[in-house]
């Protein structure tokens, strides 16, 4: 690639996986990333060791594909621009602090399909917690975005608010925290809720996420597998409108027939007109109640659909 000669055809794709041990390579690096932006590279995936990267390698007009894995940013971000950009993909991506990371983000205006994962913000990983930014931490806003996977400690609810899936992640490290400032999402029909940890207070959470979801048809929340709540879960005093009018299929994994268990998914059967199928997946070694009790419980409870079919997948967890 770095020897042939220019041409007005774009370069499709261009794939680095590398580990260096070496100075030398790091120019290397930067000098193979220059060539595929020259051959106006359309599709472009990285996965080095961390290497640090100067954004400005990150400016183009061609890139409709972007991928990056294990890679730093040291400097400022603001000089980022991909107005072609439609599908991002970020894992172990680490950012001097979230305005860099919001940079980054807005810097493609039309972007379709984002994936987040351990992204690293260095301001926020130091013991002071006084890191917000004189100016305040900047707004994001993606409003060609169709589907994202994030994670709940990325609290960008406010830019990506016109998605029509939606992953979130709550990690080990915000076992504490909930759904909070949670904005209207109007076009969302389909949301996973992918829990990570073992101390389990989200019901509340998912119960306000649902309130602000009003289209949702397909849900899916799987617990960790040894996930516990002490806090009691209540019905909310109105049915949420997703539920009521909406909401096709919801599955629940880990299912421990805990007491908040049972009434989340009682609500669902009792309330969901719509409802074609209920999922329940239980981890059989962490049960709260036998496997006769929970299919006894649920297959009893009254639903107000009709075409509702409800199957229970029992498997044994190491």
């Known amino acids: 690639m770095l020897s042939r000669p220019s041409t007005n055809q774009p370069l499709k794709s261009f794939h680095l996986n590398f580990f260096y041990g070496h100075p030398d390579t790091v120019f290397n ?8 932006k020259q051959h106006c590279v359309e599709e472009l995936h990285l996965s080095l060791r961390f290497h640090t990267l100067n954004p400005v390698i990150f400016i183009s007009q061609t890139l409709v594909v972007l991928k990056l894995k294990r890679i730093d940013f040291s400097i400022d971000t603001s000089c980022v621009h991909l107005p072609l950009l439609k599908k991002l993909h970020l894992k172990y991506v680490g950012f001097r602090n979230r305005n860099d990371y919001i940079n980054f983000l807005s810097a493609s205006p039309i972007l379709h399909k ?25 707004s994001l806003t993606l409003s060609k975005l169709v589907r994202a996977s994030i994670s709940s400690m990325d609290a960008l609810f406010n830019g990506i608010d016109n998605v029509e899936f939606l992953r979130i992640t709550k990690g080990f490290k915000d076992q504490e925290a909930t759904f909070i400032a949670i904005p209207l999402f109007p076009n969302l029909n389909h949301i996973e809720l992918v829990f990570c940890n073992s101390s389990f207070h989200c019901w509340d959470g998912i119960g306000e996420l649902l309130r602000h979801c009003p289209k949702l048809q397909i849900l899916i929340i799987k617990k960790w597998t040894t996930a516990s709540s002490s806090n009691e879960w209540k019905h909310p005093l109105s049915v949420h409108e997703c539920v009521s009018s909406h909401l096709r299929s919801c599955t629940i994994l880990n299912f421990h027939g805990s007491a908040n268990d049972l009434r989340f998914a009682t609500y669902i059967l009792q309330n969901a007109g719509l409802l074609e199928d209920m999922k329940i997946g239980v981890t059989t070694n962490r049960m709260h109640l036998g496997k006769s009790q929970i299919k006894e419980e649920l297959s009893s409870c009254p639903t107000i659909s009709s075409r ?11």
């Not at 690096?29 to 595929?36: D, E, F, P, Q």
């Not at 509702?308 to 190491?318: A, G, M, P």
């Open 114 to 138: 984002l994936h987040a994962e351990h992204i690293r913000l260095r301001s926020e990983m130091r013991s002071d917690k006084n890191n917000i930014p004189e100016e305040g931490f900047k």
């Open 29 to 36: 690096v930067t000098k193979w990333l220059k060539a595929a």
């Open 308 to 318: 509702c079919k409800l199957s229970f997948k029992f498997k044994y967890c190491y």
